[in-house]
């Protein structure tokens, strides 16, 4: 079994010190097999918020984790035009990681992560057909017990991201990348970018997606919080790749707790979602499901 945190929008320069400093602690103490950071390490892609990230992925890698990494579209300076364009991610490159399109694989899990952020969209992702030939070339050698999982900053699919019904713009290519990662058989597609926490099959969003699990991340770290949800990051266990556990931690006030539980399983046509209440804070249940 594979056991992964997944945070996402950790945003230094907008960020809860506190907050980063109970995020090691949790991870040093549970020790995961891998650790996945989903983009948006700075707020505005400055050197000092650069700096300030890539002191903390050391910090996470001096005690023996090994950590993947996309970047976000906030990791794009906005402000700073000529670099904006000229050279997008390479402070990105230069204080967080060189590889832009990231692999992991150990005996339970592959891991590709896919570079979304544009210096032309602003906020929204794209992947281009480069991307996509890549995610194809790498999973097809993969034994087909391990999980696959495709880590990006935007999701691939259109997501809820309010209360109500209202979706998000889904990733530029999505049909091709749709496609490819079916081809590819991902088990799991993790993302961010709405500082949301959310998991559903894939094959209820789009048809003919595959037999991917679509897993968001909230917001880590960051102080700009939506929905009235708290920070949070996702643990994940790759039992088999049909069975997988993913339990939501939660940030309370003075430390991070265990909140919502769900093993979901695949029964070869669709995944099942089956509630775990166990060890769960009822109040962090509420809470995050509230924000759902």
């Not at 891991?111 to 991307?131: E, F, P």
Request: proline share 4%; hydrophobic share 40%; with cysteine.
């Amino acid at each position: 079994m594979a056991r992964i945190a997944h945070l996402s929008d950790i945003h230094f320069g907008a960020n809860d010190p506190k907050i980063v400093a109970a995020t090691e602690a949790w991870l040093h103490a549970r020790q995961p097999d891998l650790i996945i950071i989903s983009g948006d390490f700075t707020q505005r892609a400055r050197i000092d918020q650069f700096k300030a990230a890539s002191a903390y992925i050391n910090r996470l890698r001096s005690r023996g984790h090994k950590v993947l990494t996309v970047p976000g579209n906030h990791d794009i300076p906005l402000y700073d035009v000529i670099t904006r364009f000229t050279a997008p991610l390479h402070r990105y490159k230069r204080y967080i990681d060189s590889t832009l399109c990231p692999w992991f694989e150990n005996d339970e899990v592959a891991v590709l992560g896919l570079n979304t952020a544009r210096s032309l969209t602003i906020k929204d992702g794209r992947i281009n057909h480069d991307q996509i030939e890549l995610m194809r070339q790498h999973f097809s050698a993969v034994p087909k017990h391990k999980t696959r999982i495709l880590v990006t900053h935007h999701p691939l699919f259109a997501m809820p991201i309010g209360h109500g019904t209202e979706l998000s713009e889904a990733v530029g290519r999505h049909d091709d990348a749709v496609k490819a990662a079916c081809e590819a058989g991902v088990h799991i597609a993790l993302a961010g970018h709405f500082h949301r926490t959310y998991a559903e099959s894939a094959r209820k969003m789009v048809a003919k997606a595959g037999n991917a699990l679509v897993i968001q991340a909230g917001t880590a770290t960051s102080t700009r919080l939506r929905n009235d949800e708290p920070q949070s990051f996702n643990w994940i266990h790759a039992e088999r790749s049909n069975e997988i556990e993913l339990q939501v931690v939660v940030w309370e006030g003075a430390g991070f707790q265990r909140g919502d539980h769900v093993r979901y399983n695949f029964d070869g046509s669709d995944w099942s979602r089956h509630p775990i209440d166990k060890d769960v804070d009822p109040a962090l249940k509420s809470a995050v499901l509230a924000a759902r």
